[in-house]
């Protein structure tokens, strides 16, 4: 097997303090050779050994865990199962990649039901080796960068899920169903307005399950294309398809015994709908390219922005897929919604990032507690999150001010923001007042509806007619306007 070039890696995990070690373990000397070759010239650390004993023994020993483990399944001394259980059980940050002479279906499935991220088969070329570590460093450098945020938040507010479900009575009762469904199996179907947190509650219901500490996988399914989708889905056989050089288990088999989030499950094309149905029916998966079933233990969870059942009248998505997913259904409200939520979050989000860009700010100042509270958050959750990102960076106090806000919260820029249903302390004008409220919320529905004068009048509840009157009344139209009616109504 000789040595070729490839494409060079990464030199080290970002942010980590050197290059990746991978661990080599082969009984044979010119394997082991190739591979430490292979790996250096890419930019990783090689340490290669010779059987299973001193690998296990190694892998105890060693103070931080290796990132990748590329392991012979049969060698004289044991089963490279051995080295990949020794693994795992250090660090489940670990990835491991066996290799075999010896290829058969029944060994490829019990190697990846114990945890491996890929099964390969000898004799293999360096290049698809590299390619292969590459993705499996990738997928160890992001669940490491997971578990240490989430260790971070969990410091700064170890009642964070219970933030979660804060925000009156409809969160808390949907915290109480997430702690009733979470011990079952049951598929959960999880709508909501984008950036609610959906998948936040999908987690929540995975971490309260006997399926925690187990994989949580995730895919978008409106972000890659139909035959990428499929593959990621349920796999591949290597040569099933142009550019399959190896075998690929999918988030399935990848997910087995643990739960597989489908995000933005409206998205998916028909014909992945109806071999999604098949899976969720059987509870077996047919990578492409193969002819036999693979069986897995996962629990569904699925999350959609969009409305479903309308989607179901109109033929765009499966009804028995539908009934399938929709066993139980979490509604999550929009932010605005939820009583008191935006301020404890908004603090939450402010301790987090002041830890990680090492500044002393502490909470939010009166004044921009109630610009928050006054604003209808389109973005939910997630704007808010951004938002405290940013205010937190240009904050030059001990709390965020109502200045370090963007103008379109505090509704400076233009004039000042009105505040809803509270009469000013020395009185007011009330046709002023009530021109400034109209003018604040059509530019608002502008901005929300893109400058598309019929989506602004819908999210106002109004005619298009009406809309243009009010425009015009407070000087709003702009010149082009009638030229653009007959486009838009």
């Known amino acids: 097997m000789a040595v070729d070039s490839a494409p060079r890696g990464p030199a080290a995990v970002e942010g980590g303090p050197g290059p990746p070690v991978i661990l080599v373990v082969d009984d044979e000397p010119g394997i082991r050779g190739v591979l430490e070759i292979t790996f250096k010239r890419q930019g990783y650390a090689v340490v290669a050994l010779p059987g299973v004993e001193p690998a296990c023994q190694l892998i105890a020993e060693r103070r931080e865990p290796f990132p990748l483990v590329v392991t012979d399944l049969v060698m004289p001394d044991g089963s490279g199962l051995a080295v ?167 988030l399935f088999r990848q997910a087995d015994v643990g739960t597989l989030l489908l995000d933005e499950v409206g998205e998916l094309p028909p014909l992945l709908q109806v071999k999604l149905l098949r899976v969720l029916q059987e509870r077996k998966v047919r990578p492409v390219g193969s002819t036999t079933e693979v069986a897995v233990d996962v629990r569904v969870l699925a999350a959609t922005n969009r409305d ?33 939520a935006v301020r404890r979050l908004a603090e939450r989000f402010v301790a987090r990032f002041a830890a990680e860009q090492q500044k002393e700010v502490r909470g939010l100042t009166p004044d921009a507690q109630r610009a928050l509270e006054h604003y209808p958050f389109p973005g939910n959750i997630r704007e808010l999150e951004n938002m405290m990102e940013r205010a937190v960076a240009l904050a030059a106090g001990p709390a965020i001010a109502h200045e370090d806000l963007p103008d379109h919260v505090t509704g400076r820029g233009t004039e000042p923001a009105v505040r809803w249903a509270e009469l000013p302390e020395g009185g007011c004008e009330l046709d002023a007042l009530l021109e400034r409220a109209e003018r604040q919320l059509l530019e608002q529905a502008m901005r929300r509806a893109g400058g598309k004068r019929t989506g602004a009048a819908k999210l106002l509840g109004i005619t298009f007619r009406s809309l243009r009157y009010r425009l015009a009344k407070l000087g709003m139209a702009s010149e082009d306007d009638s030229a653009e009616d007959d486009g838009e109504k």
């Open 84 to 250: 990949l259980a020794a693994a795992r059980k250090k660090s489940p940050q670990t990835e491991v990649i066996v290799m075999t002479a010896y290829s058969t279906v029944e060994a490829a499935i019990d190697t990846m039901r114990q945890g491996a991220y890929d099964f390969v088969t000898k004799p293999f070329s360096p290049s698809e080796m590299v390619a292969l570590a590459q993705k499996a460093l990738e997928k160890s450098a992001i669940v490491a960068e997971n578990e240490r945020l989430r260790a971070r938040l969990d410091s700064l507010r170890p009642d964070a899920q219970g933030e979660l479900f804060s925000g009156g009575p409809v969160m808390e009762r949907i915290g109480a169903l997430v702690a009733k469904i979470a011990p079952t199996r049951t598929t959960v179907l999880i709508t909501g307005e984008s950036g609610t947190g959906k998948e936040r509650v999908a987690r929540a219901l995975h971490d309260a399950s006997d399926r925690a500490g187990r994989p949580f996988c995730v895919i978008n399914c409106g972000a890659l294309p139909e035959a990428l989708m499929e593959s990621e889905l349920f796999g591949h056989e290597k040569g099933s398809f142009t550019g399959a050089t190896h075998a690929h288990a999918g």
């Open 308 to 340: 479903v059942e309308q989607d179901v009248e109109a033929g765009r998505f499966r009804k028995d897929l539908y009934y399938r997913l929709n066993v139980i259904r979490i509604e999550l409200p929009p932010l605005r919604e939820r009583s008191g």
